[in-house]
């Protein structure tokens, strides 16, 4: 297999671009591609200070990575969430985000919140003491990140918050959505949701690409991450509709990316149109700050109650 | 396994609707719920003339069943396709209908149209020779039958063309139309297409049917029907997306019919809107007779040219 641009060698086959690439064609093919995305959504501009969320994991790495590559002023979050479950999960994944850093990019900066240390509890422990965390704790975890997240990127100064959220992720989500037709999800999927109200803006600039992308590009440019997913993530919906999405695009190349870009021109082109949820009303919570729809404290501080 | 109604053994567990039924109740259901969908959508009335398309499938032989035993004057339509691909696939659909009249039914109509016979060529051959056929006879198939049906239903003076089509097919249709956003076929897909300028009215009374319980009520009723799909069927995308959804039926119970009807749901409440392809003229072709779109023969004409 030849590299399309040189002939060398392939490490890849980009079947949905009907590219080849070899190691290092393929790294700047992966970072203009990126750079396309971020400016294609106008996600955010090159003196814009920018929060990656990190979790140790291949996506998320490898957006720092390809960010900073990039010269955007990218700094990284960290959020211990205190799973263990037997294989350490937690702080293995900050090891790896720590050596990243090391190997890396010495001179990038890492915020790291423990959730544990700084709020008394972990994920799991908050999840069997909470009424919202029964049965799986993942409503506990995503309503603490989401929180924490926002904080840090208030208190920062920066402008977006950036997730490592690639293709497969967003069309599992998609395929989910349309499957219930949760038109009030369908309004607003995107890979950008703007600022509102002390929201802080949120950006995926791995929108468009595969997972199997993101994996690769971390490969070659020699970054390791941590290979386990979050024990509580196994045998998610999500995971399933993943499966099922790939055996659509074995038999049919692009499938999943013409699902989703389909999808967001035609909701853009006013050829599809969801109703929205109604307009929320947010004003601060009275303990943290942060907006909530809920009268006096927000469900995160309400989890500590 | 006890029948949800008497406690009998039961032969079918409805687990979408979370029903366990004896071959008895299970066909008293099934009409029943039959009679229901034609209601609720407004398929026809008892005083109508329905026309059923019918393959020698188990579906559209079924769907003719349950309607003469409902009491609607449902007279059957089998167009001989001339399909042989050395299984004989069309002159063993036929003696199927015929058998099922015989044996069910001695006082049921049966329309035969043979295409070879009434046209000159049978479908694989008027594939081979035209340029629409190119590759795989399908689509000048559906054209051909579409014709036809809407010739015998207009000169017989019937309410509606009733197709055997189930949920199954329905969703399948569903899903590849919502993967690809195909918004001007999502603005109609339902389960009835009204009637209009001379186009027949088109209902589906299995659209929330699976196809497993139609299989079964064929069984049940002690219906022989022709096992082999159309050999020009194999492979088809169609197919492919029901053995996906058939997967996804497994993971979550009744998820097909969530699916299917929540779509019509949500478009009827207006939660969603699809852009319909822009109003077309029609007007008669100038040697059938039938509406067409095109200047002065309509498609089918001209694939006798």
Request: neutral net charge; hydrophobic residues 40%.
């Amino acid at each position: 297999m030849k590299c399309s641009k040189c002939g060398g060698l392939a490490v890849i086959n980009l079947r949905q671009h009907r590219l080849r690439l070899c190691a290092e064609h393929f790294v700047e093919w992966f970072a203009r591609f990126t750079q396309r995305t971020i400016e294609t959504y106008k996600m955010f501009a090159p003196e814009d200070k920018v929060l990656v969320a990190v979790s140790g994991g291949k996506d998320s790495l490898a957006l720092w990575d390809v960010l900073l590559a990039l010269g955007y002023q990218a700094e990284g979050m960290y959020i211990g969430l205190g799973i263990d479950e037997g294989i350490d999960y937690s702080h293995k994944s900050l090891d790896f985000c720590r050596r990243f850093v090391a190997e890396h990019h010495p001179d990038a900066v890492l915020h790291v919140v423990d959730v544990e240390s700084e709020y008394g509890q972990g994920i799991p422990t908050l999840a069997r003491t909470t009424q919202r965390g029964r049965g799986k704790p993942c409503a506990v975890c995503g309503l603490v990140k989401r929180h924490i997240m926002n904080r840090v990127a208030r208190d920062g100064g920066f402008a977006a918050i950036a997730t490592g959220h690639n293709l497969d992720d967003e069309v599992a989500v998609l395929m989910q959505n349309t499957l219930h037709w949760q038109t009030g999800y369908l309004a607003r999927q995107a890979p950008v949701l703007a600022e509102r109200d002390g929201l802080a803006r949120k950006v995926k600039p791995f929108a468009r690409i595969y997972e199997r992308e993101a994996a690769a590009y971390a490969l070659v440019r020699g970054i390791d991450y941590i290979y386990d997913e979050c024990p509580f993530a196994k045998g998610s919906t999500t995971n399933f509709y993943k499966e099922l999405l790939n055996q659509l695009e074995l038999n049919s190349t692009g499938a999943k990316q013409q699902f989703y870009l389909d999808f967001l021109r035609a909701r853009e082109a006013g050829k599809v149109a969801f109703e929205e949820a109604g307009p929320v009303e947010l004003h601060p919570c009275q303990r943290c700050g942060q907006p909530t729809t809920a009268a006096g404290l927000c469900a995160f501080c309400r989890l500590w109650e």
